[in-house]
């Protein structure tokens, strides 16, 4: 075993309970010596990239919160609109407020469900609007609990139409 001529204390840094307002407030302190030099070496490079990632003013609880950059479930990919029709629109709270819900409960009959959400879909669906494609849009709202939890674990781009979504379900 190797001795070391310094103490051990002179390597150990003091605990920081309140580490991220310590990280904020270096932050804000200009650096002491940018580089200067156009070839770095890896060590640069990879100090670099930790500076990069030191920078992010995000706390710990932001970090690890869920991303929400993208709420469609990655399983529903949209068609194209039909020519004389629009995929551009906006989901009124009016039709998510008629839109029924189905629980996936055994008693309840999934058919009659579709039937009763393509009848609201199709009596709310605007003129220049595509029909499918709000009703892809429009489904996530009627699903609860359990099956809502389904349809965000299927496989990236396994609905492509609203068929699919109907053979899906």
């Not at 670099?48 to 919160?65: F, H, P, V, Y």
């Amino acid at each position: 075993m190797t001795r070391c001529s310094e103490p051990v204390r002179a390597h150990i840094l003091e605990f920081d309970d309140d580490f991220e307002r310590t990280l904020r407030r270096k932050r804000k302190q200009p650096e002491p010596n940018p580089p200067s030099s156009s070839s770095k070496s890896e060590f640069e490079e990879e100090e670099e990239g930790e500076q990069d990632i030191a920078m992010d003013n995000r706390t710990i609880k932001e970090l690890s919160a869920p991303r929400l950059d993208n709420v469609v479930p990655i399983c529903i990919q949209y068609p194209r609109a039909a020519p004389d029709k629009t995929d551009e629109f906006e989901l009124k709270s009016s039709l998510l407020h008629h839109i029924p819900n189905y629980h996936g409960l055994s008693m309840k009959d999934l058919n009659k469900h579709l039937k009763e959400f393509e009848v609201v879909c199709s009596s709310m669906t605007p003129i220049n609007v595509d029909g499918n494609i709000l009703k892809m849009k429009a489904f996530p709202f009627s699903l609860v609990e359990k099956v809502k939890d389904w349809l965000y674990e299927l496989a990236p781009g396994t609905i492509t139409s609203w068929e699919s979504m109907m053979i899906g379900a």
